[in-house]
């Protein structure tokens, strides 16, 4: 059974500094790899995903993520924050079930960021 | 293209009444998938149905819950005699097919909140 960890409950960043929120997964093969962003209140929005190629991955909102193999790791970062990124921000990692696809998503914790003006 | 629409967003039932949620998924896409948000605590999946198919139901608990996604309507996610554990966000999400008719990323809808008082 695949799993997903997501080590930092809550991480503090000042606005316009870097940001990296990390997420290590245990599946058995190569997974689909998916980060989220909920608000208060609100359903999930998907930042970015990973399922096959480059393991470098371009987003929304000027999010990036990269696949590392041997690390198990899929960590989501971004150059420059705004406050309008706090959020809880949520990885998940797919199995590839039988259509191929994104079959019932396991999902870390959650990694709450706190934006200091 | 409308989202995914939940209703209601928020629900409040007694202990031992039952609780019915709805969720029409994206146009076009003829998957959906149900997850539970409890507190402090990341989705856990509850279910994934086709059109008048529940393809993998394991994450359902064994008793109370049930969910149905039928050729004409809403998926429904229905919870029998509530207790104050059921106390949750209910998110729904659909995925379409793509080009190789395979599901791909899920798409979230907004989530009802239950509350069991």
């Known amino acids: 059974a695949q799993s997903v960890t997501q080590p930092d409950i809550h991480i503090t960043v000042s606005e316009g500094a870097s940001l990296e929120l990390r997420c290590n997964y245990s599946?058995?093969?190569?997974?689909?790899l998916f980060w989220y962003v909920q608000s208060p209140g609100q359903g999930l929005q998907l930042l970015l995903k990973y399922f096959s190629g480059d393991t470098l991955v371009q987003g929304i909102k000027g999010f990036e993520a990269e696949f590392k193999r041997s690390q198990s790791s899929f960590n989501l970062r971004k150059p420059s924050v705004h406050w309008s990124d706090a959020a809880e921000y949520f990885c998940?990692?797919?199995?590839?079930?039988?259509?191929?696809?994104?079959?019932?998503?396991?999902f870390g914790k959650g990694t709450h960021l706190i934006i200091q003006p | 293209n409308a989202g995914v629409m939940q209703n209601p967003r928020h629900l409040v039932r007694r202990r031992g009444q039952e609780a019915r949620l709805r969720c029409s998924p994206m146009?076009?896409?003829?998957?959906v998938y149900w997850y539970r948000q409890l507190p402090e605590e990341g989705l856990k999946f509850m279910v994934y149905?086709?059109?008048?198919?529940?393809?993998?139901e394991s994450g359902m608990p064994k008793e109370r819950f049930s969910a149905e996604f039928p050729k004409e309507g809403p998926s429904i996610l229905r919870i029998q005699q509530v207790v104050r554990g059921d106390s949750a966000a209910y998110f729904c999400a659909s995925s379409p097919l793509n080009a190789q008719g395979k599901n791909t990323e899920a798409f979230f809808g907004q989530g009802t909140r239950l509350t069991v008082v």
């Open positions: 599946y058995g093969a190569t997974p689909y």
């Open positions: 146009k076009g896409h003829s998957h």
């Open positions: 998940a990692v797919g199995a590839r079930g039988s259509g191929g696809g994104a079959d019932g998503l396991t």
């Open positions: 149905l086709q059109k008048e198919n529940i393809i993998d």
